[in-house]
């Protein structure tokens, strides 16, 4: 049976089950926020020698109304609107049988990482994601094609989650998900991901077989004020219409939380196949052995103090290296990293209210051919609210 | 030079012009009996978000802050236990109760409400009221 036919399947189920529920039992929660970001590139001269980046203001808006129908049955939706329109962040149905398990169906971001959580910007103090989940902030993002998961990456499928507390200081949670997966176009050198999230071929799997994946995590609690916790993600699939070509996405990740200190560390790495038939469109020759596939390493570790109610400070070290043939356009080497060093404050004004600011500093391996730099430096300041 | 100057002014402007206020309350106004579950609250419910999102949630019925703090509970990674969450609903149920004694405040100006009085401890799960119940308080 096809994802899509299991989705129609499960969506039906849950709405028979809302409606089966008297109507004054709905609960409806609103929540929302937004975040105006303005970045400031002082090393680009003007917008034509630099038009990777989206220096200037940036705004991100979200609406979102969860529904409880019963004590089982519950539906979520959320609405976006950032640099690429309104996208449906979330429509999903919640059919809980128990605490250990859940059923998850419709448009969602599948479970991977541990940052995705607080993808939210009124949910992290910097202006900007770390850089193996960023979604279009970091510069030359033409160039690396963004980051190895580009968040929230919103997907329509299942997802089967639970969690189970053992005793008064321990959290296992857990999740496996089939989801309609990435896109491309026929003999794709890399994921596309504007297509992946475009109503341009329609918001249908392009080959009818899903990515799957899984997550497990483990919390612990430290004492009243601390835990820490120890996650892995793996998904995998094809993203061609030929389901020739693959990509595996494997990931882990830890979050200390130690009073007003938080330190998280994730590390994650995409396997990304591609098609060489055309060997023309390559910048290096290709290799008779192992020489059709890329993989995109991406790694942060970041350090929030809070040192006063208002006004925390964040310093983080991210970046990436990815290793593998490129296009013949191409301005990365074959073996191309990038290093982004943080340091930034998220200032509460008002409650819900916060003023972020931020200096990065960014270390190419490969210059850039407009301007001959590697190094780069930019600067964010936002406003986020949350309600 | 003028997007530098945008930059400082936004920067500026945003931090100088509303002054300052903690994203929590003032635990001063928090009765003493009440001040470790506040701790427990202000732990956990600001973990994957901003303090505010709870407390400007404007829910004043404790049976729905029963049914949200349990669905927080399930949340990945939540760390938030049984005993936790009892902590965190004591301390719900009086910040409920002094919504509402607010609220009523402001419909009769004239009129002095009652003090949200003090829930007493719970320990070990609340189980979840039943949807369509009358609210509690």
């Known amino acids: 049976m096809k994802a899509s036919a299991v989705i129609a399947l499960a969506a039906l189920i849950a709405a028979l089950l809302a409606l089966a529920t008297p109507a004054n039992a709905l609960e409806r929660n609103f929540a929302g926020s937004a975040q105006l970001d303005y970045q400031l590139v002082p090393t680009a001269r003007n917008v034509k020698t630099f038009p990777q980046a989206f220096d200037g203001f940036t705004m991100e808006l979200a609406g979102k109304l969860a529904v409880d129908f019963s004590d089982h049955v519950s539906a979520n939706l959320k609405v976006c609107y950032g640099c690429h329109g309104f996208e449906a962040d979330m429509m999903y149905f919640d059919v809980r049988v128990a605490d250990e398990l859940n059923f998850r169906v419709g448009r969602f971001s599948p479970s991977f990482g541990a940052f995705n959580l607080r993808h939210d910007p009124a949910n992290h103090r910097l202006s900007d994601k770390p850089l193996p989940y960023d979604m279009g902030r970091m510069l030359r993002m033409r160039q690396w094609n963004l980051s190895v998961l580009p968040s929230p990456f919103p997907d329509n499928g299942i997802e089967i989650n639970g969690t189970k507390s053992i005793g008064e200081s321990a959290q296992l949670d857990y999740a496996v998900y089939g989801v309609t997966g990435f896109k491309a176009d026929l003999r794709p050198t890399d994921i596309n991901f504007q297509l992946s999230r475009s109503p341009q071929n329609y918001y249908t799997d392009n080959n009818g077989r899903p990515t799957v994946g899984a997550r497990v995590a483990l919390t612990y609690k430290l004492g009243d004020a601390s835990d820490v916790t120890a996650g892995m993600s793996g998904m995998g699939g094809t993203y061609d219409p030929e389901n020739h070509e693959t990509y595996f996405i494997g990931g882990a990740d830890l979050a200390l939380r130690l009073d007003k200190t938080n330190i998280r560390i994730e590390y994650l790495a995409r396997r990304t196949s591609f098609d060489v038939s055309d060997r023309a469109v390559f910048k290096y020759n290709v290799a008779g052995e192992r020489g059709n596939f890329s993989v995109k390493h991406g790694a942060y570790a970041e350090i929030e103090q809070g040192l006063t109610p208002e006004l925390d400070l964040v310093a983080r070290v991210d970046g990436m290296a990815r290793l593998g043939n490129v296009e013949a356009g191409s301005e990365l080497s074959r073996n191309a990293s990038v290093v982004r060093y943080t340091l930034g404050t998220a200032y509460a004004i008002e409650r819900g209210l916060r003023v972020k600011l931020s200096t990065e500093l960014w270390q190419f391996s490969d210059r850039d051919l407009a301007s001959g730099r590697k190094l780069e430096l930019t600067m964010h300041a936002a406003l986020a609210g949350s309600f | ?137």
């Open chain 2, 1 to 137: 030079m003028i997007r530098a100057t945008m930059l400082l002014v936004f920067a500026v402007a945003g931090t100088a012009s509303c002054g300052s206020r903690t994203e929590g309350l003032d635990t001063s106004k928090i009765p003493d009996e009440l001040r470790t579950d506040y701790q427990v609250f202000s732990t956990k419910c600001s973990k994957c978000h901003s303090l505010a999102r709870p407390l400007t949630a404007n829910i004043s019925d404790y049976d729905q802050w029963v049914r949200y703090v349990n669905r927080m509970r399930r949340q990945p990674g939540s760390g938030i236990s049984y005993d936790d969450q009892a902590h965190i609903l004591r301390f719900l149920k009086w910040y409920a109760a002094d919504l509402r004694q607010k609220a009523e405040e402001k419909r009769n100006p004239s009129k002095t409400a009652p003090s949200a009085s003090i829930p007493p401890p719970v320990v070990g799960h609340i189980p979840e009221p039943a949807l369509g119940q009358d609210g509690g308080t």
